[in-house]
């Protein structure tokens, strides 16, 4: 199935700083979803991209999907303390949508 | 609250023994779906059934298996425990078999010693 490398693997900020996370694959995305699982929580949906060089915002977050569609980011800026957690990016399954494959996460810490 | 309700929320248990993970789907979300988190392994896909049927697998191991009720509601067996199947397994729920956001609950936190 589809492979999805997530980067980088932890991310120490003082508030205030901006905050990017990178997912990479070799073969061509249909789509692409991003998650948000805070400290002791569960993952919790946060946007799907599917169009070629697609940016979609929401509020400090800012998520964009490559023009080849192999790699996606997750932007975050001007962190808060609220934004702490591990953040995903995850590939659903073609004939089974929840069947997801997410990478490594990324897990946030920031500093007040 | 996501709506998708999992029981118990943790769960300590001897090596060898068998032990049910229950999952409650959001209401009138007809499809349920399995995931374990563990260090070493990350958020895999288990398992997915829908409307009672079993619709999608992925890395469930042979001592594992699930079932769907006709009133929706899920259980995942674990038997056979290892310490390596220590970890939390998240159910999550969505109203059709694809095309949906899906909604993870809590979690149940296992624990084999």
């Known amino acids: 199935g589809q492979q999805v490398m997530q980067i980088p693997q932890y991310q120490h900020v003082q508030e205030g700083e901006d905050f990017t996370t990178y997912c990479n694959s070799s073969t061509t995305l249909s789509n692409i979803q991003w998650y948000k699982q805070r400290p002791g929580g569960h993952p919790v949906f946060l946007i799907q991209l599917v169009k070629s060089g697609e940016v979609k915002k929401q509020k400090r977050l800012t998520f964009q999907f490559g023009e080849a569609k192999k790699n996606s980011s997750l932007h975050i800026t001007a962190t808060q303390t609220t934004d702490v957690g591990t953040y995903f990016c995850a590939l659903p399954g073609g004939t089974s949508y929840g069947k997801l494959t997410f990478g490594q996460g990324t897990i946030l810490t920031v500093h007040p | 609250d996501s709506g998708v309700t999992q029981t118990p929320k943790h769960l300590i248990t001897a090596t060898g023994q068998r032990v049910t993970l229950r999952c409650s789907p959001r209401s009138g979300d007809l499809s349920v779906y399995w995931y374990q988190q563990s260090l070493d392994q990350g958020l895999q896909f288990l398992i997915q059934?829908?409307?009672?049927?079993?619709?999608a697998k992925g890395n469930i191991l042979e001592r594992f298996s699930a079932q769907q009720f006709p009133d929706l509601h899920s259980e995942l067996n674990l038997s056979s425990l290892e310490l390596g199947d220590s970890a939390l397994y998240f159910c999550?729920?969505?109203?059709?078999?694809?095309?949906?956001?899906?909604?993870f609950g809590e979690g149940s936190w296992l624990t084999v010693v």
């Open positions: 059934y829908y409307n009672g049927e079993e619709r």
């Open positions: 999550a729920s969505s109203p059709l078999s694809s095309g949906n956001t899906i909604y």
